[in-house]
């Protein structure tokens, strides 16, 4: 994780210097500053130095992996993931939810009636899917 964060610090400074530069190049133009590249831009540099900060701030607290170490093979990295849902029809759900929601912006409000009560069933069925049928914990 000290690696990520690096790279992810590097890649926020880096950022930060290209949207520096667009800023200073935008402002020199006939149309004044382009506020939605330069925001844009920065936000883009906000949220990589959040990461960098996360993966070193939680690099301290936890064993050094794999990827950490020079000298570690790639089967170093092997084991158990983590837990998966073995089949689920929520995400589709929201799937489809959220594309009727989207399209509630391009063709009327309206279809947002019809989006979120999608959406909601699907989110409140992924979040309690293992509280209830065939997945309930015991």
Not at 60 to 71: H, I, L, M, S, Y
Request: proline letters at 3%; a negative charge; charged letters at 10%.
């Amino acid at each position: 994780m000290k690696e990520q964060g690096k790279i992810f610090a590097g890649l926020s400074v880096f950022v930060l210097a290209i949207a520096i530069t667009y800023m200073v190049w935008t402002m020199k133009s006939d149309h004044g500053l382009e506020a939605a590249g330069t925001t844009a831009l920065f936000l883009a540099f906000g949220l990589c130095a959040f990461i960098g900060f996360y993966l070193a701030f939680t690099a301290k607290r936890v064993d050094t992996g794999a990827g950490d170490n020079p000298e570690a093979q790639v089967s170093d990295d092997a084991g158990e993931v983590g837990f998966f849902a073995p089949h689920s029809w929520q995400p589709l759900s929201l799937a489809i939810g959220g594309a009727l929601a989207f399209m509630g912006v391009i063709f009327g409000w309206w279809l947002l009636f019809w989006s979120i009560p999608i959406i909601l069933i699907g989110l409140f069925g992924w979040v309690f899917e293992f509280y209830r049928g065939e997945n309930q914990n015991q």
